[in-house]
């Protein structure tokens, strides 16, 4: 039997069922589960822009500090203090110079940090270097042997070294994020 004739006789197949139950339907009830993922995403925002105000007393307050790059002495601390004052009297200043002490902090630390640094990857490089030699030759651990092995060990290292390299955008990252929360002039 074809399609169209199995659905034609099942039509009338309910027709009839319907006109014998004197026309009323038994109903069924079905129960249709939905389920929904939600997927959230964040993203990181660049800090808000200072206002006019606080950008223009910024400027002059960088302005002090170039001075210092030129020679001057003891400027640094003046520098800070009237970088502090380019922000809202009361919680502003009081929060541009927690800012301001914990990048002076953070840069104060960073010698002694990078070097640390720099031991843990010279000390991974010397560990890494060692297990490569134990490679017998002919041994299929790694597809080209001790060679790519060590060249993974190096690259390693490379990548150590530039996160050693880069603490001090750390530190100018961290300053950055905590002076957009002070209130601006």
């Given at each position: ?15 009839v069922a319907l006109l014998l139950s004197g026309g009323r339907a038994n109903a069924q ?122 060249s993974t060990a190096q690259s390693n290292f490379a990548l150590c070294e530039s996160v ?22």
């Amino acid at each position: 039997m074809g399609r169209l004739a199995k659905t034609m006789v099942s039509g009338a197949v309910v027709g009839v069922a319907l006109l014998l139950s004197g026309g009323r339907a038994n109903a069924q009830s079905v129960t249709t589960t939905t389920t929904t993922t939600t997927t959230t995403t964040t993203t990181t925002l660049l800090p808000h822009p200072f206002s006019a105000a606080t950008k223009a007393c910024v400027r002059r307050a960088k302005a002090l500090r170039s001075v210092c790059h030129h020679g001057g002495t003891g400027c640094f601390a003046s520098y800070q203090t009237a970088f502090s004052g380019c922000f809202a009297p009361g919680a502003g200043v009081k929060c541009a110079t927690k800012c301001t002490g914990n990048e002076t902090s953070c840069f104060t630390k960073l010698p002694a940090t990078k070097k640390t640094c720099r031991t843990a990857c010279r000390t991974a490089l010397a560990a890494d270097s060692k297990a490569c030699s134990l490679i017998h030759d002919g041994d299929n651990l790694w597809a080209a042997g001790d060679a790519s092995c060590l060249s993974t060990a190096q690259s390693n290292f490379a990548l150590c070294e530039s996160v050693c390299d880069g603490l001090a955008a750390d530190c100018r990252t961290a300053f950055t994020f905590c002076i957009a929360n002070c209130p601006n002039l």
